[in-house]
């Protein structure tokens, strides 16, 4: 089985964040050839290959959803893709925790209850059947003034293909059960780390995910009015 890991960024985000999340995959185990960069807010789609990554430079930014649309439009097979943010990092135990896939291949399985900031494993023809849906919001208005609106647009729409976790095919990391309320499940596998800055910007909230051995950063976090759209 094939997962490849799908991070995505922006070139405004890049410099700092992959110097901390590339590593951090690698050193799980990730082969390098598996971990896809793509970095929104080119006007042209390039691809470049790295001796730790392919970098794909793609031609929007539509914040959440820019790696997911990119591998859709441009049909980029695997089995699962993985999706996680620039902001994350993983420990040694994620590649491990990552393949323990159910028996039954889930089309996919999430980071987290609802609502999972996107991060799921999916099944790549899952992300074709929303082929349509995904490029509908492709954004090319790279102004700050439709940025921002994305990102509170995409706060609030966050998991677009995972909200509907009924759905036949859905399963969380960890838990393997058919019968699951995600929307009203209480779990513990989150833990809160308050004032952790990987960046040196603004004030940050990290989430640690010990079912996967992954720390998110967070600077929009407890749903801020106004979303933060800097490190």
Request: proline share 4%.
């Given at each position: ?109 999430a980071l987290f209850t609802h609502p999972s900031m996107n991060i799921a494993s999916y099944k790549y023809s899952l992300l074709m059947k929303y082929k349509n849906t995904l ?97």
């Amino acid at each position: 089985m094939k997962i490849k890991i799908c991070v995505n960024s922006t070139k405004n985000y890049s410099e700092k964040t992959l110097p901390i999340i590339i590593p951090s995959l690698i050193n799980a185990g990730i082969d390098p050839g598996d971990i896809f960069v793509f970095e929104g807010g080119y006007h042209e789609r390039s691809v470049i290959k790295k001796d730790t990554h392919t970098l794909i430079q793609t031609d929007n930014n539509t914040i959440d959803l820019t790696g997911l649309i990119d591998i859709v439009e441009n049909e980029l097979d695997s089995d699962y893709w993985f999706y996680i943010h620039d902001t994350c990092k993983v420990g040694p135990k994620f590649r491990e925790l990552l393949y323990n896939i159910p028996e039954s291949l889930p089309d996919k399985i999430a980071l987290f209850t609802h609502p999972s900031m996107n991060i799921a494993s999916y099944k790549y023809s899952l992300l074709m059947k929303y082929k349509n849906t995904l490029l509908k919001y492709k954004n090319q208005d790279y102004s700050e003034k439709k940025l921002k609106k994305l990102k509170e647009w995409s706060i609030y729409c966050e998991d677009l293909i995972l909200h509907k976790p009924h759905q036949t095919g859905m399963r969380m990391n960890g838990i393997h059960s058919d019968t699951i309320d995600f929307y009203n499940l209480e779990i513990s596998d989150c833990v809160e780390i308050e004032n952790q800055d990987w960046y040196g910007g603004v004030g940050r909230m990290v989430e640690y995910y010990p079912q996967l051995d992954l720390y998110k950063s967070k600077a929009n976090y407890h749903r801020k009015i106004k979303p933060i759209i800097e490190l």
